[in-house]
């Protein structure tokens, strides 16, 4: 890994800029892209499509109305699904990091059944409130509260006791304490795991949607895998990463903005 | 949290179970009774078949698992302590870390065909990326004074990645351990779900088609006790190797 000739120092600091960084990062990105379309230029079986090819038939499909209702279908039960979980989570997680009767009755339960991965409820959901959109949305909200909740209570319980001391003999109440002091200090634990949560959602939508649905970009996927429509395949697999880049971006912008008093940190 | 306390809550969950399967409002389909998923699951616990499914889910989640592991902690301490590295590394990772991997599942099969190999592949590429991010800001939160004695006392650079910023890493990287490994068992089963004839993955969603929700149930029990297992063993291999530092999260607690 590292040679010894290549052994400067300097390499032990964090040096490099991050303008440089970025310009090397898309160059690498931009080059991983043109050796696949070299290597999708040349001899290759049926379901390789090169990066030209494929935005071809993005535009295609866009135009041609395959993409955008299976795109709207996925929004329309990822959206609900993490916005219900995550302010649950988030309300819950805060009010329980400090109030501690709430905490010793959610607490356990929460964190006992953390590592259980929630995809397995999704039969059980589904036997319950039918094959539809309702249990799709259930089960990612039940996923997305997870990580909201456990960030938040962390978020709350790590805020300095100091500055709650500080506001309290001030003459601040309870709820001026709570909406001044610990929901600003849990702000950045919070979107951390709104973050996650989110990246959940999406993982959740897809393979609800692969497992069971008849429309959405999981769906699609499917669908034109076993109808040997690459190109369509492609396209959604595209759709799929953009939608999930997307409203990553959106959040952290989100955050950028909340969290505009707060020091940066990468 | 005390086991009286846990305890008490899984009589009380199951009990509440018992109570509502019993209740006939619902159809025993929908809501079997504890007397016949118990039998289902000691058939899960104890027959070689269904043994075997367990052992399959095992087998892709802990490779996958392992294989990130050792890639990850490698990217990571590479790129929180080589700028050039991470100028490589990191707008790739921070670039397509947030999206969802399970889209690739398709074109992996085609690629790795429908066996164990593309779900491995699958767990490995959703484990990685936790483990490299808490990994790279692990070993970039080094203490300069520790890196500084070292090579003062004329340690070779290899020899400080051992012995100084992999252990001082090492409360983050068992965090990204943590957060991966439920990440990994997540993967397993879905791919299960969605293309497989083993695992408790594909257990769960024949049982389910063949309205055997008795066995369905008792395959989810499985599977959370699973999850809940790898979690601990983690925690206890954490708590060996880590003793001295806890870091300010749930992950590390």
Same mark, same amino acid.
């Given at each position: ?9 300097? %390499? ?25 379309? &070299? ?36 929004? &329309? ?5 993490? %916005? ?33 991965? $929630? ?7 589904? &036997? ?7 249990? $799709? ?42 909406? $001044? ?23 959740? &939508? ?6 069971? %649905? ?27 990463? %953009? ?24 | ?97 947030? /999206? ?88 397993? /089963? ?64």
């Amino acid at each position: 890994m590292y040679s010894s000739q290549a052994a400067n120092w300097r %390499a032990f600091d964090f040096s490099v800029s991050c303008m440089n960084a970025r310009v090397i990062g898309w160059g690498l990105i931009v080059l991983t892209l043109g050796i696949w379309q &070299l290597v999708a230029l040349g001899e290759h079986p049926e379901f390789v499509l090169g990066p030209a090819e494929i935005a071809g038939d993005f535009a295609a499909a866009l135009r041609s109305g395959e993409l955008l209702p299976h795109v709207g279908a996925s929004l &329309l039960r990822s959206l609900p699904g993490f %916005a219900l979980g995550s302010a649950i989570g988030v309300i819950l997680g805060l009010l329980a990091g400090v109030a501690r009767s709430l905490d010793q009755m959610l607490s356990p339960l929460v964190f006992l059944t953390y590592p259980v991965p $929630k995809i397995v409820f999704l039969p059980i959901v589904m &036997l319950w409130i039918g094959i539809g959109d309702a249990s $799709k949305i259930v089960i990612i909200a039940l996923a997305c509260f997870y990580p909201c909740f456990i960030n938040a209570y962390y978020g709350a319980r790590s805020t300095p006791t100091i500055m709650v001391w500080a506001s309290l003999n001030m003459g601040a109440r309870r709820s001026q304490v709570f909406r $001044k002091i610990v929901v600003p200090s849990a702000l950045p634990l919070v979107f951390a795991g709104l973050r996650v949560s989110l990246a959940l959602s999406f993982i959740l &939508l897809f393979s609800a949607e692969m497992i069971n %649905a008849r429309s959405g970009l999981g769906f699609l996927i499917r669908q034109s895998e076993s109808s040997l429509r690459f190109d369509l395949m492609y396209v959604s697999i595209v759709a799929v990463a %953009a939608l999930g880049y997307a409203s990553d971006q959106l959040l952290l912008l989100a955050r950028r903005r909340v969290l505009a008093w707060q020091e940066v940190r990468s | 949290m005390s086991v009286f306390r846990r305890l008490a809550l899984v009589v009380a969950g199951l009990t509440l179970w018992e109570l509502a399967a019993r209740s006939g409002m619902w159809s025993p389909i929908i809501l079997p009774s504890l007397a016949r998923i118990g039998p289902e699951f000691w058939f899960l616990a104890t027959s070689t078949a269904s043994l075997l499914e367990v052992w399959h889910s095992l087998f892709r989640g802990l490779s996958g698992f392992a294989l990130a592991a050792v890639v990850g902690v490698a990217l990571g301490v590479l790129m929180g302590r080589s700028a050039v590295a991470a100028a490589f590394l990191s707008p790739i990772f921070s670039g397509t870390y947030p /999206i969802p991997k399970i889209a690739l599942f398709p074109i992996f099969i085609y690629l790795f065909g429908i066996g164990s190999l593309a779900k491995v592949v699958l767990v490995f590429l959703e484990c990685l990326y936790p483990i490299v991010v808490t990994t790279h800001a692990g070993s970039r939160a080094v203490n300069r004074v520790l890196l500084w004695s070292a090579a003062n006392m004329g340690a070779s650079r290899g020899r400080i990645l051992a012995r100084v910023v992999v252990p001082a890493a090492a409360p983050f990287i068992f965090a990204g351990f943590r957060m991966a490994l439920p990440i990994a068992m997540i993967v397993v /089963i879905i791919t299960e779900m969605i293309s497989s004839a083993d695992g408790l993955g594909y257990l769960v969603m024949y049982s389910l088609a063949s309205f055997r929700t008795d066995r369905m149930l008792a395959a989810v029990v499985a599977i959370s006790l699973l999850g809940l297992m790898l979690d601990r063993l983690v925690v206890i291999l954490r708590d060996r190797l880590v003793f001295w530092e806890r870091l300010e999260s749930y992950y590390a607690e």
